[in-house]
């Protein structure tokens, strides 16, 4: 089945840094690679995602990258600021189709 | 309603009783799902409700877990002889159609603590 592999599991930046979260995935027909992000306390929350027929999606700060062949994306976070502060989820579709699997989490700390 | 509401969002029972955790998804959404969140672990799949078809158990991770959803809309994950090992946070999800073409939108979770 699917597996979803996520690094690092924890990341610290300065304000102002960029962040970037890294996950693979084995399913070659996997075809759609959402984000999430998880403050304390609440349930995940979709934060951008990408589909299979482009390679890279931007929205304000954050962008997400995709390659194909390596079977591998990228969330990429610029200008961090210490609102987010969270923990940041990828995912893929199960190999039935039927529901997402998501990688272990990283925890991300933007000190000022 | 305007988001999914998970109730109770905490539950401390004692090891052995069964618990049941209610989720109300977002007003049309026909896909519903459940997952457990373990202290510092990622989100584990357990069940997907689509529509009136068959759902997606395979997720389960004993017979002691269950789940169903009445009239398309309301669902209920009930654990039996809970274990402390049951001790997670139990989310739930629903989307609009299937969850992995478009993604979710999931509730606060239930706490649950096995005592």
């Known amino acids: 089945g699917e597996n979803v592999e996520q690094h690092p599991s924890t990341l610290s930046v300065q304000e102002g840094d960029s962040a970037v979260i890294k996950c693979t995935y084995s399913?070659?027909?996997?075809?759609?690679f959402p984000w999430y992000k998880q403050e304390l306390g609440k349930g995940p929350q979709l934060i951008i995602d990408i589909r299979s027929n482009v390679g890279e999606k931007k929205d304000q700060r954050i962008a997400v990258t995709l390659n194909k062949t390596a079977k591998h994306f990228s969330l990429h976070i610029t200008e961090t600021q210490p609102e987010d502060s969270a923990v940041y989820f990828c995912?893929?579709?199960?190999?039935?189709?039927?529901?997402?699997?998501f990688g272990k989490g990283t925890t991300l700390s933007v000190s000022s | 309603g305007a988001g999914v509401s998970q109730s109770p969002s905490n539950k401390v029972t004692e090891k052995g009783k069964d618990v049941e955790l209610r989720c109300d998804p977002i007003?049309?959404?026909?896909?519903l799902y459940w997952y457990r969140q373990s202290l510092g672990q990622g989100l584990e799949f357990l069940i997907y409700?689509?529509?009136?078809?068959?759902?997606?158990k395979s997720g389960l991770p004993s017979d002691r877990f269950s789940a169903e959803r009445t009239g398309g809309s309301v669902s209920t994950l009930t654990i039996q002889r809970t274990q402390q090992e049951d001790s997670a946070v139990y989310l739930c999800?629903?989307?609009?159609?299937?969850?992995?073409?478009?993604?979710?939108?999931f509730g606060s979770g239930t706490r649950l603590t096995v005592v």
């Open positions: 409700f689509q529509g009136n078809s068959a759902p997606d």
């Open positions: 007003s049309g959404h026909t896909a």
């Open positions: 399913d070659s027909a996997s075809n759609y």
């Open positions: 995912a893929a579709p199960n190999q039935a189709g039927t529901a997402l699997i």
């Open positions: 999800a629903s989307s609009l159609v299937r969850g992995t073409s478009y993604g979710y939108t």
